[in-house]
């Protein structure tokens, strides 16, 4: 089991962390490279992380809260072990070595994966960056503010949020926002439900299909089981089927496949496939068919709406 030891202070010790391949995996859309590390902020705390070998330099934060939200505490030997009889996945895993689902903040998570459809990574980054220039609380220590409350975005108007780049968008955070606002709809009651209840509720809200649904599911509230299923996952759990299927069809699939950390094992098999480096099962003769990467090296490509 990955261990965490805490060491003097502004250091953390962790045998098993990727900074890079964890900020840059598509989870979060804010943190900005800076001093040969990142600068952002964790709900409003500005923090500055970066790494040298098993060491995390840190400032503006407790060990222990830097160690909440990076899940320090996974046990990702565990979690590779799952998916030991699955040869590719298993593969993939011991690539991605490092690399940690987050535990995002619930409110910022819901926001900002709003944002996402149809929309690329850096898309959905400069989305986000600028909600928070225009209505986040600026904090010291950081150049990245803070992501707005609902309260500062259910104040604002449809037309107001699309000059943030937002587009049809706007109109689903707007109305979202107000609910959470109103308190109609609270973001923190869905950590006592089931997985399947809390996928429900947030499907409720406006802006917010099965897909996103599982993204918040995963990225924030640690339902490690929970399967996104875009057209790029779509592609890599098809190549093990026999038949077509729906996203739903393969969300439940991938599932049973990849086993009780199956939201972990697709991000990895997600990362070795847009870096080209994921053999999967070839179809109808198509050689290298579902090698592409839809991005950059550093983007997740496009996050589309199931």
């Given at each position: 089991?990955?261990?965490?030891?805490?060491?003097?202070?502004?250091?953390?010790?962790?045998?098993?962390?990727?900074l890079?391949?964890?900020l840059?995996?598509?989870?979060?859309?804010h943190?900005?490279?800076?001093?040969?590390?990142?600068?952002?902020?964790?709900?409003?705390?500005?923090?500055?992380?970066?790494?040298?070998?098993?060491?995390?330099?840190?400032?503006?934060?407790?060990?222990?809260?830097?160690?909440?939200?990076?899940?320090?505490?996974?046990?990702?030997?565990?979690?590779?072990?799952s998916?030991?009889?699955?040869?590719?996945?298993?593969?993939?895993?011991?690539a991605?070595?490092?690399?940690?689902i987050?535990?995002?903040?619930?409110?910022?998570?819901?926001?900002?994966?709003?944002?996402?459809?149809?929309?690329?990574?850096?898309?959905?980054?400069?989305?986000?960056?600028?909600?928070?220039?225009?209505?986040?609380?600026?904090?010291?220590?950081?150049?990245?503010?803070?992501?707005?409350?609902?309260?500062?975005?259910?104040?604002?108007?449809?037309?107001?949020?699309?000059?943030?780049?937002?587009?049809?968008r706007?109109?689903?955070?707007?109305?979202?926002?107000?609910?959470?606002?109103?308190?109609?709809?609270?973001?923190?009651?869905?950590?006592?439900?089931s997985?399947?209840?809390?996928?429900?509720?947030?499907?409720?809200?406006?802006?917010?299909?099965r897909?996103?649904?599982?993204?918040?599911?995963?990225?924030?509230?640690?339902?490690?089981?929970?399967?996104?299923?875009?057209?790029?996952?779509?592609?890599?759990?098809?190549?093990?089927?026999?038949?077509?299927?729906t996203?739903?069809?393969?969300?439940?699939?991938?599932?049973?496949?990849?086993?009780?950390?199956?939201?972990?094992?697709?991000?990895y098999?997600?990362?070795?496939?847009?870096?080209?480096?994921?053999?999967?099962?070839?179809?109808?003769?198509?050689?290298?068919?579902?090698?592409?990467?839809?991005?950059?090296?550093?983007?997740?490509?496009?996050?589309?709406?199931?």
């Amino acid at each position: 089991m990955s261990k965490t030891i805490a060491v003097p202070e502004g250091t953390l010790v962790c045998a098993e962390f990727n900074l890079r391949m964890t900020l840059e995996s598509g989870q979060t859309f804010h943190w900005t490279e800076s001093e040969g590390g990142y600068t952002g902020c964790i709900g409003k705390t500005a923090v500055f992380v970066r790494q040298e070998g098993d060491l995390l330099h840190y400032r503006g934060i407790t060990p222990e809260e830097l160690s909440h939200y990076f899940a320090l505490d996974h046990d990702l030997e565990a979690i590779r072990a799952s998916c030991a009889g699955h040869a590719v996945s298993h593969e993939s895993a011991l690539a991605c070595r490092g690399l940690r689902i987050m535990r995002q903040p619930h409110w910022e998570c819901i926001a900002t994966f709003i944002l996402s459809p149809m929309k690329q990574v850096a898309h959905i980054r400069q989305m986000s960056l600028a909600l928070r220039e225009a209505y986040g609380r600026k904090l010291r220590g950081t150049s990245v503010p803070a992501f707005p409350d609902p309260k500062a975005l259910a104040e604002t108007s449809e037309r107001d949020l699309r000059l943030c780049g937002l587009g049809f968008r706007a109109k689903s955070l707007l109305s979202t926002a107000r609910l959470v606002a109103s308190g109609e709809f609270d973001p923190e009651s869905l950590i006592t439900l089931s997985t399947e209840m809390a996928r429900k509720e947030l499907c409720t809200l406006p802006g917010i299909g099965r897909k996103v649904a599982n993204c918040i599911l995963l990225f924030s509230y640690e339902r490690l089981e929970a399967v996104p299923v875009d057209v790029w996952i779509a592609r890599i759990l098809g190549s093990f089927r026999s038949r077509k299927a729906t996203p739903e069809q393969l969300e439940r699939y991938g599932g049973k496949l990849l086993g009780p950390y199956a939201g972990y094992i697709q991000q990895y098999l997600f990362h070795r496939a847009r870096t080209g480096k994921l053999d999967l099962p070839q179809k109808h003769g198509r050689a290298g068919a579902h090698r592409h990467s839809r991005s950059t090296p550093r983007s997740r490509g496009k996050i589309l709406e199931s």
